[in-house]
């Protein structure tokens, strides 16, 4: 597997009900950063994303935003980024850091953060990309969702190799190990 030159991170636009999740995302943002790894993300100040950026760029981090004309306008756009883009609609805009990055983390988030992760692992799953993805499990954000995720294996509706193609892990240094040891799962998605 090519080395992660830019991560895509996924996060949610509020703060969350924990102190936490701000915490862990700046951390992310400065862990991607000392390793020297540029950021890709949507380009705004709120909430995690905004977290996540700042920690970025707080250890001199590359961090590109990809932000859409409504937000823009709306003025969410971080102003301390090393650069940044805006797009028509969040399709292009989604396109776009799919293809910048390397590899693509999802912290907590909405329904928005969920869908972009879901797309790039449904990539990785279809073999249109071939990106190590995962997920950043703060406070076990995401344990009800990797539930579901064993309830579509048991119900026959995905093989379980494809459980684990992605990166599940609560710490920085251990997600962003795992993604850099990422191989491609192979298994069909047809049982």
């Not at 961090?63 to 090393?82: D, W």
């Not at 399709?91 to 293809?99: D, P, V």
Request: glycine residues 14%.
């Amino acid at each position: 597997m090519a080395p992660i030159t830019c991560i895509a991170v996924y996060s949610g636009s509020n703060f969350g009900a924990r102190p936490d999740y701000a915490r862990a995302a700046e951390a992310l943002g400065r862990a991607i950063a000392a390793r020297g790894i540029g950021i890709v993300y949507g380009g705004t100040h709120k909430g995690l994303m905004g977290a996540m950026a700042d920690g970025a760029l707080a250890e001199g981090g590359a961090i590109h935003g990809v932000l859409t004309e409504r937000l823009h306008a709306k003025g969410h756009m971080h102003e301390g980024l090393t650069s940044i883009e805006i797009l028509p609609t969040m399709g292009a805009r989604k396109a776009r850091m799919i293809a910048r990055a390397d590899a693509f983390v999802a912290l907590p988030g909405g329904i928005g953060t969920l869908e972009e992760f879901m797309e790039v692992w449904t990539l990785n799953q279809l073999g249109e990309i071939t990106k190590p993805a995962g997920l950043f499990n703060i406070n076990d954000y995401f344990g009800r969702f990797m539930g579901f995720i064993d309830h579509m294996i048991d119900e026959q509706f995905l093989p379980p190799a494809h459980r684990h193609s992605i990166v599940v892990e609560a710490g920085t240094e251990a997600l962003l190990d795992g993604l850099a040891a990422h191989v491609p799962v192979t298994v069909p998605k047809w049982l």
